[in-house]
C-alpha cells in the first residue's frame, strides 16, 4: 500500500493505549458529544425565541453555550475518527489550526466567566441600577472582550509553537495538538518559550478569577446583610449555577496550565484535558438549565407548542 504520511505530518497516539477498551470509550465520548453539542444548541435556541431570557445574564451565558459548542468541536471529531482509523495522522497545517482554535475557544472562556461573575455581582448588590450597568452596549463589549482576549492567545502562542524546529519522533501522546505535548517533540530549546508561556497562562487565569473573587465576596457580604430568606435563597440560587461550572472549569486549567510539569504524567494530562475538552462543554448547559427555572421553563413552553402545532396538523390530515 502506498504511504500517504507527509514527512510534516504529526501522529496522535491517542487518548488510549489500551486498544480493547476502544469500543465502549468511542461510544460514551459519542454519546458525550452528541449530548454537548444538543443541549448548547438547544440552549442558544431557548435564549433567542424566549423574551423572558433576553437579558444579560442569558446573553453571556448564550455566548458561553458557542464557546462549547466549537471548543468539543475542536477537538472530539478527530479524536473519534482516529479511534475507529488506522491513520491517526495530522497534518501540520491542521494541527496549527486545531491549537489556534482551541486556545481562542478556551481564552474566551476563561474571559468570559468572569463577566459573568461581574454580572451577578451587578444583579445581588445593585439591583436597581442593574440595567443601566449592564445594558445592551456594555454586554456587547464584554462578549466581544471575551472573544478578542481569547483570539489574541490564539494569535499570540500558536505561531510561535509553529515555527519551533521539530525532528526526530513526530508522535504526539496526546488526542489533540496541545501546546506541551507538541512541544516535547522540539530538537531546539524551547525553555524560554515555556517560561514566556507559562507566565501568559497565569495571567489569563490570574485576571479572571481575580474578578471572580471579587464579585463573589462582594456577593457574600451583600446576602449575608440581607434581611429576607427569601432573597437569600434567590441570591444563592443564581450564583450556586456559575460558581460550580467556574470551578470545574479552572481546576482543570490550573492542573494543565499553572502546575508545574514534574508533577504532570502524559496519562494525567490526557484525562485532565478530555474532562475539560469533552465533559465540561456537556455539563455546562445542563448545569444551568437543571438549575433554572426560567430555563426548564422556556423548555416547556418551546416543548408544549410543538406539540399542539403537531396535534393542528394530525387533526387537518
Known amino acids: 500500500m502506498k504511504n500517504t ?5 504529526f501522529i496522535l497516539l491517542g487518548l488510549l493505549v489500551n486498544s480493547e477498551a476502544t469500543g465502549i470509550v468511542f461510544t460514551v465520548i459519542f454519546a458525550i458529544f452528541v449530548v454537548a453539542v444538543t443541549a448548547n444548541l438547544v440552549m ?24 462549547d459548542t466549537l471548543f468539543i468541536c475542536t477537538t472530539v471529531p478527530k479524536l473519534l475518527v482516529d479511534m475507529v482509523s488506522k491513520e491517526k495522522t495530522i497534518s501540520f497545517v491542521a494541527c ?12 474566551s472562556e476563561f474571559f468570559l466567566l468572569g463577566f459573568m461573575a461581574y454580572d451577578r455581582y451587578v444583579a445581588v448588590c445593585n439591583p436597581l441600577r442593574y440595567p443601566v450597568l449592564m445594558n445592551r452596549k ?19 502562542l500558536t505561531p510561535i509553537t509553529m515555527n519551533v524546529p521539530y525532528c526526530g519522533s ?16 522540539a530538537c531546539a530549546d524551547t525553555s524560554l518559550y515555556e517560561t514566556l508561556m507559562y507566565i501568559c497562562c497565569v495571567l489569563m487565569l490570574l485576571i479572571p478569577i481575580s474578578n471572580i473573587s471579587t464579585s463573589y465576596s462582594l456577593i457574600l457580604l451583600t446576602v449575608h446583610r440581607m434581611r429576607s430568606a427569601e432573597g437569600r435563597k434567590k441570591a444563592f440560587a443564581t450564583c450556586s449555577s456559575h460558581l460550580t461550572v467556574v470551578s470545574i472549569f479552572y481546576g482543570a486549567a490550573f492542573y494543565t496550565y499553572v ?3 514534574p508533577f504532570h504524567t502524559p496519562e494525567q494530562d490526557k484525562v485532565v484535558s478530555a474532562f475539560y475538552t469533552i465533559v465540561t462543554p456537556m455539563l455546562n448547559p445542563l448545569i444551568y438549565s437543571l438549575r433554572n427555572k426560567d430555563v426548564t421553563g422556556a423548555f416547556k413552553k418551546i416543548f408544549a407548542c410543538c406539540l399542539s402545532a403537531q396535534k393542528v396538523a394530525n387533526s387537518d390530515a
Not at 442558544?44 to 464557546?67: A, C, G, K
Request: aromatic share 12%; with cysteine; net charge negative.
Open 5 to 9: 504520511t507527509s514527512p510534516s505530518d
Open 44 to 67: 442558544i435556541f431557548l435564549i433567542q425565541v424566549d423574551s423572558r431570557l433576553h437579558t444579560p445574564m442569558y446573553f453571556l451565558l448564550s455566548q458561553l453555550s458557542i464557546m
Open 96 to 107: 496549527g489550526i486545531q491549537i489556534f482554535l482551541y486556545l481562542t475557544m478556551i481564552g
Open 138 to 156: 456594555v454586554c456587547l463589549l464584554l462578549a466581544a472582550g471575551a472573544w478578542f482576549g481569547g483570539s489574541l492567545d490564539g494569535f499570540l
Open 170 to 185: 513526530r508522535s504526539i501522546n496526546h488526542f489533540f495538538c496541545e501546546i506541551p505535548a507538541v512541544l516535547k517533540l
Open 259 to 261: 502546575l508545574p510539569q
